[in-house]
């Protein structure tokens, strides 16, 4: 198990998990890494979301970089797509993003991608912790990495031309325009605020939005994809066609329907693999989902000849198992949706334009989207613990076998976050009263035997 790094990054408590000392080595290890150790000068882009702590650890990064003699390419608030399609489009040698994507503004983190916009493999995460952790194996670069000096001292560019460039990729990706529809966004006090707005206003259609106004303290707080109570009642109290949430740093969506009705990542692959195949474009009439996604998915698509494949959770997962079998689709129940045609990241924005040239191609409300998607009761409860492992603690696997013969017919899940200090506690059966029953049952082991809130 990585010691820094979990499965979206390097997260941890701002200034104390995760301090500018970390990042400044971060940025030195990458400088040298995609630079010198390949006798070159490395060019990074870097952006980040909007918590006071960004720019602390934006800084630190940039730092770290040029002191190893790469350039840093410094993008500025905005998404973790974004600095993934600049990485690609630009040629970067490694994109680097500062952001807790949905955690409240104390935590931070830091996501690096490849020169492809892809999440680095395990082979260079392991060489970045042995960095960390003050030494790397044979072959790796020494402690004490000799600084850039003179010259070669790299050079900090301001790059928000690629912000600017991403913005009108995503225009470019709907075809049609968008006028007639009143759209709601949330946009988490994060950083898709200040390009979700230009880009659906850009296609024609009515924008209101909330969680626009970011003050470094109050990124997903009671908003976002992850508290999306807000949009709801916005889209009801305005009449709205649909409403689309993002997190903190945009990777993922969720939708509100026009009822006020939440639309979750199932409910959004379901949409989508019905309109891409319709397209001819869902390749294989294949799809990859995570073991969290609802069993209901899996049996809805079966009847329309389409194939799930499922694997573990995490973004970087999702891709690497529609790599492997040539899905042009794939997600999460958490709303990070990945649409292999355009993209190799989760990314909210292009998520919610290809569901309104879903809705746009089949008319009608959005609600009529999700006809023949028959979901079954799931219960899941996030418990908050200082030692992840408590997850296989014996006590959790004896509650876990007596929550299986309860439930009968289902599914119990529990597993530790790979960003956050949880245990997520997920069970899945034909009673919703069994599964809430169930789920509580299995929080109160791991917590040893205290209550825990739903």
Not at 27 to 43: E, I, N, V
Request: some cysteine; glycine content about 14%.
């Amino acid at each position: 198990m990585n010691k820094f790094f979990g499965t979206d990054g390097f997260r941890g408590k701002a200034g104390e998990g995760l301090t500018a000392e970390h990042a400044f080595a971060v940025g030195r290890f990458l400088g040298w890494y995609y630079g010198a150790a390949q006798s070159k000068k490395c060019r990074a882009v870097i952006g980040k979301d909007t918590r006071r702590s960004s720019y602390m650890l934006e800084y630190a990064l940039a730092a770290g970089l040029t002191a190893s003699g790469a350039d840093a390419y410094i993008m500025h608030v905005t998404t973790t797509p974004s600095v993934a399609y600049a990485a690609r489009v630009h040629n970067f040698d490694c994109g680097i993003v500062v952001s807790a994507s949905h955690n409240g503004f104390a935590d931070n983190g830091i996501k690096i991608l490849n020169g492809s916009g892809e999440k680095l493999n395990d082979g260079t995460i392991s060489l970045v912790e042995d960095y960390l952790s003050g030494g790397l194996k044979a072959g790796g670069a020494p402690v004490g990495a000799p600084f850039a000096s003179g010259a070669e001292v790299g050079s900090v560019v301001d790059f928000v031309a690629g912000r600017n460039g991403y913005i009108a990729h995503l225009i470019s990706l709907a075809p049609e325009s968008l006028a007639g529809y009143k759209i709601g966004l949330d946009c988490a006090n994060g950083a898709a605020y200040n390009i979700a707005r230009r880009v659906f206003r850009a296609l024609g259609a009515t924008v209101v939005a909330i969680g626009c106004n970011p003050d470094g303290l109050n990124i997903n707080d009671g908003c976002g994809s992850t508290r999306p109570a807000r949009l709801c009642a916005l889209v009801k109290a305005r009449g709205l066609d649909v409403g689309f949430a993002f997190d903190g740093d945009g990777d993922r969506c969720i939708c509100v329907d026009e009822r006020g009705a939440v639309v979750d990542g199932d409910g959004i692959m379901y949409i989508l693999s019905r309109f891409l195949q319709r397209r001819g474009e869902l390749i294989g009439d294949r799809i990859v989902a995570t073991v969290m996604s609802n069993s209901g998915l899996i049996s809805s698509l079966s009847g329309l000849g389409v194939v799930v494949e499922v694997c573990g959770v995490g973004d970087r997962v999702v891709y690497e198992k529609m790599c492997a079998c040539g899905a042009a689709l794939g997600g999460e129940q958490s709303g990070h949706v990945i649409i292999g045609k355009v993209e190799n990241t989760g990314d909210g924005i292009v998520t919610a334009l290809y569901l309104m040239q879903a809705l746009a191609a089949r008319g009608g409300q959005f609600s009529s989207l999700l006809r023949g998607l028959t979901l079954y009761p799931q219960a899941c409860i996030s418990v908050e613990v200082d030692d992840k492992s408590r997850a296989f603690s014996p006590e959790v696997e004896r509650e876990k076998q007596r929550a299986l013969k309860l439930i009968g017919e289902g599914r119990v899940l529990v597993r530790p976050s790979g960003t956050e200090s949880v245990v997520r506690v997920m069970v899945e059966c034909p009673d919703g009263n069994l599964c809430r029953q169930a789920c509580r049952n299995i929080a109160r082991a791991i917590k040893g035997g205290g209550i825990c809130a739903e």
